[in-house]
């Protein structure tokens, strides 16, 4: 599935916004996978925040995330993005991406195939 590379993050006041891409360096890793954004914050497991499938687009998100955070994919450019809107201290963590063979990272049966190094966002005023 070859590299992941997170780009974007950084430092950010409450209700500020970040953009993160993600991009892949393997050719059409993004047409043939699920490709999703995962956190962990200090102390905490890392979590699912939200996917985009490979078959026809279909979006997912966490609950905490639902409304302020949106998902997508440009295949031309085989990079995934993540635009972040009205952040809030607790959406501080680091962001990695993934690529699976579908989106349900919720089930036991889940597994990624690779992950991004990660990129560090803090909400902070």
């Known amino acids: 599935q070859g590299q992941l590379v997170e780009s974007g993050g950084g430092l950010v006041q409450p209700e500020g916004s970040l953009r993160l891409s993600c991009a892949a360096s393997?050719?059409?890793?993004?047409?043939?996978?699920?490709a999703l954004w995962f956190r962990q914050a200090p102390g905490k497991e890392r979590e699912g925040v939200s996917c985009?499938?490979?078959?026809?687009?279909?979006?997912y998100y966490a609950d905490s995330v639902k409304g302020r955070f949106t998902i997508s994919k440009d295949t031309a450019k085989q990079t995934l993005y993540l635009e972040m809107n009205n952040l809030k201290p607790e959406d501080t963590a680091v962001y990695y991406c993934?690529?699976?063979?579908?989106?349900?990272?919720?089930?036991?049966?889940?597994?990624?195939?690779?992950w991004g190094q990660g990129t560090q966002v803090t909400v902070s005023s």
């Open positions: 993934a690529i699976a063979n579908f989106c349900g990272w919720w089930e036991p049966s889940w597994a990624p195939r690779g």
């Open positions: 393997e050719f059409r890793t993004l047409d043939f996978y699920a």
């Open positions: 985009i499938s490979s078959s026809d687009g279909s979006t």
